[in-house]
């Protein structure tokens, strides 16, 4: 299985919004299999921020929001704040019940 | 509060056999979750490697499934990941991880702190 492709990276300024994409092929994304994507800190581990598309794990701000269409999953970082910078990865189940995350993209506040 | 603890060498020589247990506390690992194993070498991105049932149904990545075992001990509440014949490729910081699965798919929901291990030739 092939890592779902991410920008590597993405910018923007303090109050902005910036979205990532996330590309799968028919066996993972495009199969209808809802998209999560996860925060990275630095030198910290991952945590959930989004599963199933749109839905947010009680904490996480609903500046953060999530879409899918097609082949390609988004999450949009709306009224971006300093704390945002970080790397962001998503992930899909795929069609022979395995996971794939894609390669992430590191979000840096301008 | 559920909680996931990584642990196991943190030094390997090339051709070693790597195995890691992850200790489940405040949760049943006898429950309706899949629980797995994701790595990430030094400056570079998520792999994941597999996940396993209690029941020991498990699924694998395919590029690792000849390398990987993962195992359940219910009655110690935790799970283990053994990979044999390591190299400086499997040089990286895994963690352990709970995924919750609906009909619709999988994700992870919880994530230990990782644990870094180190093949060195």
């Known amino acids: 299985q092939s890592a779902l492709t991410q920008p590597p990276s993405v910018s923007g300024s303090p109050g902005q919004s910036v979205t990532i994409s996330c590309t799968g092929t028919s066996s993972d994304v495009g199969h209808f299999h809802p998209v999560s994507w996860y925060q990275q800190p630095p030198g910290t581990a991952p945590k959930l921020i989004i599963y199933e598309v749109n839905n947010r794990p009680s904490g996480v701000p609903d500046r953060f929001s999530g879409s899918n269409s097609g082949n390609t999953a988004s999450l949009t970082i709306s009224g971006l704040q300093p704390e945002d910078e970080a790397d962001y990865y998503c992930?899909?189940?795929?069609?022979?019940?395995?996971?794939?995350f894609g390669g992430g993209t590191k979000l840096t506040v301008l | 509060q559920m909680q996931l603890q990584e642990s196991g060498p943190g030094l390997l020589r090339s051709s070693d056999t790597l195995s890691l247990t992850c200790a489940v506390s405040g949760y049943s690992i006898n429950s309706n979750y899949w629980w797995g194993w994701i790595r990430q070498p030094p400056g570079k991105g998520l792999e994941w490697m597999g996940y396993?049932?209690?029941?020991?149904?498990?699924f694998y990545n395919p590029s690792l499934q000849s390398r990987v075992t993962m195992s359940v001990r219910k009655s110690e509440n935790h799970f283990s990941l053994t990979v044999t014949s390591v190299t400086a490729m499997d040089t990286a910081m895994y963690y352990c991880a709970r995924s919750q699965c609906t009909s619709a798919g999988c994700y992870v929901d919880n994530w230990g702190q990782g644990t870094l291990v180190t093949v060195s030739s």
């Open positions: 396993i049932f209690h029941t020991g149904s498990a």
């Open positions: 992930s899909s189940y795929t069609t022979t019940s395995t996971l794939v």
